[in-house]
């Protein structure tokens, strides 16, 4: 089991930029794929980006492309949503969590996703 902390939320204006981290403990999460999930009130978690181990395959929601960006460093076991260009429908609760099986492209049902972190408020003003 992957215990995940997410960190690096925030009030932010309507074009403004944030960058989220998700720190891991365990010896497991260099070799895992991670994600990254949001949920908004009275909505649905839904995916948002995923990496795999490497760092090498990325994969995004159509809402955050080329407007996020998905990194991470195995070496601090921490992963990285850097959120650019804000919109007030960005406003949610972040989540970062560990994909259940590898693959070679991170997949995005929320389901097949384990070991949540307890996330951080993202909210964007017009």
């Known amino acids: 089991q992957v215990q995940l902390v997410e960190a690096g939320g925030g009030l932010v204006q309507a074009g403004g930029s944030l960058r989220l981290s998700c720190v891991a403990s365990?010896?497991?999460?260099?070799?895992?794929?991670m994600g990254w999930f949001r949920q908004a009130p009275g909505k649905e978690r839904e995916f948002v980006a995923g990496?795999?181990?490497?760092?090498?395959?990325?994969n995004y929601a159509d809402s955050v492309k080329g407007r996020f960006t998905i990194s991470r460093d195995n070496a601090k076991n921490t992963v990285y949503l850097k959120m650019n260009s804000l919109k007030p429908e960005d406003t949610a609760v972040y989540y970062c969590?560990?994909?259940?099986?590898?693959?070679?492209?991170?997949?995005?049902?929320?389901?097949?996703?384990?070991?949540w972190g307890q996330g951080t408020q993202v909210t964007v003003s017009s």
């Open positions: 990496i795999n181990w490497s760092g090498v395959t990325t």
């Open positions: 969590a560990v994909q259940r099986l590898n693959t070679v492209v991170p997949v995005t049902t929320t389901r097949l996703y384990d070991d």
């Open positions: 365990g010896r497991t999460f260099s070799s895992r794929t």
